[in-house]
């Protein structure tokens, strides 16, 4: 049996994979087991922040291989000090708890957040208020938390507690607050896979104003807004405003798994002995990989993220067959005229990866992507959305 048939017969079937079987990449290109070359605007779904097989990542993945490859968190790492410091000067967050996964650093969050309303409101002040239209991960706590009822479908009953809200509507966010007894209010700055769709300045500013008022945590999710997405080093930092709680993986691992917990001065303390934990947390490898991708997002470096975002945002707003395009940074949704499903087929098909949000084309490139190949991508892109049915 070829790749294809082994994949489907002994792996579960969670993914509509697309018909690439992938061998090798560098940079923004990926390349097949034919050898077809694929400018890659999806960069493993945000995760790939620096591209293919970056020098300066793979040299600090080999040096820390070479040393110590994973101990468990019984014992002191130079890796995750290094990088929990960082993290905490580069934010102003107090403390950092480290795990695998964008889904497991939410958990940290929510854990948190309810340990803090436990101790100092009661046991019955435990709700998280949450946007609909958001998505927070795949776990069943993390599904309760997501505000989308197409991916609690089969999977009920969900973890209780979760009370999602409309987007933008500050009054019913009140009236939650006011009758729901809740800990924290958990949002993503930008919904990624809700469609692309940022927050209004406005509603962010509101709603830190009444988690504040009401000694509310808020919990921002920056899993795929996060490490230099937006062009800040937090899309938080775009709106002005100083969160309790911070949570994000993705591009922070450059390529290896890490979820990240920023704990705020509220909570720094929250957690003791026992009170959370992670096998795989804080491993040195992946810590050693996050410190060579962190230790670059400077400021310099996130103008150029803006230019390139700027430079998207101008040429497919002049595109025929775009009707709108929507994100942050180089997170940028496109609402085709077609439909998106096709535009990304058709891509692949011309050398170019995009990913698909509800009814858009998502583009994730690799932050470092250069300019005259991000000009090639779009140009092939907005040559196939101008295309007629």
Known sequence: MNLTELDKKYIANTYSRFPVEAEHGKGAFLYDKNGKEYIDLGSGIGVNAFGYCDEIWQNAVKEQLSTLS???????????????????????????????????????????ARKYAAEKKGADCFNIITLKNSFHGRTLTTLAATGQDKFHELFNPLT???????AEDIKELENAVKTEKPAAV???CIQGEGGVIPLSAEYIKAVRRITEENDILMIIDEVQTGNGRTGKLYAYMNYGIMPDIVSTAKGLGGGLPLGTTLLGEKVENIFGFGDHGSTFGANPVCCAA????????????????????????????NCKGIKSVSG?????????????????AEALEKGVLVLTAKTKVRLLPPLNIDFAVLEKAAKILSEICEKEN
């Open 70 to 112: 994973h101990t468990s968190n019984l014992y002191y790492t130079e890796p995750s000090v290094k990088l929990a410091k960082l993290l905490c000067e580069r934010t102003g967050m107090k403390k950092v708890f480290f795990s695998n996964s964008g889904a497991e650093a939410n958990e940290c969050a929510i854990k948190a």
């Open 160 to 166: 209780p507690g979760f009370i999602s809200v409309s």
């Open 186 to 188: 958990m949002l993503e």
């Open 290 to 317: 996050a410190l060579s991708v962190f230790e670059r997002l400077d400021d310099g470096f996130l103008s150029e993220v803006t230019k390139k975002s700027e430079f998207l945002f101008d040429y497919f707003k």
């Open 328 to 344: 942050m940074g180089l997170m940028i949704g496109l609402e085709t005229v077609r439909p998106a499903k096709n535009i990304a």
